[in-house]
């Protein structure tokens, strides 16, 4: 079964760093391209970042360019490199898996997903 697990989310003063990791397991995860998403509280889901399966290709949010960096391995990890933090990137933060071929921004593209990690930043 595919299971999708996020871990490195806190609180952080803006300015700040934290790195995001998310373990997959049960998934072909060479052939997945995988994704981040957030979602703030009253708001929907929203796009961050996407990989695509040899991690050459990557899409971002405009909203998170030039800060967040997203990369893999070749064995069952993804991570989110978040630099220069700001309250408005205050969120819970997914993990996600598609079975398209290039890195896609939509959430509908993606069939697996983590159970989320709090990002909080305090200005």
């Known amino acids: 079964q595919a299971q999708l697990v996020e871990s490195g989310g806190g609180l952080v003063l803006a300015g700040g760093s934290l790195r995001l990791s998310c373990a997959v397991s049960?998934?072909?995860?060479?052939?997945?391209?995988m994704g981040w998403f957030r979602q703030a509280p009253g708001m929907e889901r929203e796009f961050v970042a996407a990989?695509?399966?040899?991690?050459?290709?990557t899409r971002y949010a405009d909203s998170v360019k030039g800060r967040f960096t997203i990369s893999r391995d070749n064995v069952k990890m993804v991570y989110l490199q978040m630099n220069s933090l700001k309250p408005e990137d205050t969120a819970v933060y997914y993990c996600?898996?598609?079975?398209?071929?290039?890195?896609?921004?939509?959430?509908?593209?993606?069939?697996?997903w983590g159970q989320g990690t709090q990002v909080t930043v305090s200005s």
């Open positions: 996600a898996a598609s079975t398209w071929t290039t890195p896609t921004s939509l959430a509908a593209n993606y069939d697996r």
């Open positions: 049960g998934l072909y995860f060479s052939r997945r391209v």
């Open positions: 990989i695509g399966w040899s991690g050459l290709t």
